[in-house]
């Protein structure tokens, strides 16, 4: 990238392996490898231009929360699930960051979201989401598609695809 600014803390994963240069004026390269998912953090207040130093294309994803401050977070990640997995990578005061595995024909029930959400695949997912009032959507994604689901809204998910949904979830209050 070019030289850029992040103000204040952000987070940061790739799709697939990857070998990050982050280049802050004055000081030495600081070399991240990065596993697929992997989520790393940082505290922000610089200027930086980060180079791709893999033999492949990076596909990374940044993500800065609009708000600094905020109270943390009162309800735990989990609801009510069947052959799903949840891994927590990440608790701030305005974000927290989970892994979401869904095994074939595993679902999530019905839950009403305390915090808007953000959904990114991390690789192909077929998801069906079925919002209380509302016929039921599928989600085909591809690596690296997002949603964004509003705090307040009431769903259950299943995974229709014959592998495992995995997904990374960024929750703001």
Do not use: C
Request: hydrophobic residues 35%; charged residues 20%; glycine residues 8%.
């Amino acid at each position: 990238t070019k030289t850029h600014r992040h103000p204040s803390f952000y987070a940061y994963f790739s799709l697939d392996s990857a070998t990050i240069s982050n280049e802050v004026a004055g000081h030495a390269p600081v070399i991240t490898q990065l596993e697929p998912g992997e989520l790393r953090t940082s505290k922000g207040g610089f200027n930086v231009a980060e180079r791709n130093k893999s033999n492949e294309r990076a596909d990374t994803f940044v993500v800065q929360p609009l708000k600094s401050d905020g109270d943390g977070f009162q309800t735990p990640i989990a609801s009510r699930m069947h052959d799903v997995g949840i891994i927590e990578q990440y608790t701030g005061p305005t974000m927290r960051v989970y892994s979401l595995g869904i095994a074939s024909g595993g679902r999530l029930e019905e839950h009403t979201e305390t915090y808007d959400s953000l959904v990114i695949a991390l690789k192909d997912s077929n998801v069906r989401e079925t919002v209380a009032g509302s016929a039921p959507a599928d989600w085909n994604m591809k690596a690296g598609d997002t949603r964004w689901i509003p705090r307040g809204t009431t769903h259950s998910e299943l995974n229709l695809g014959s592998a495992p949904a995995a997904l990374i979830v960024f929750e703001f209050n």
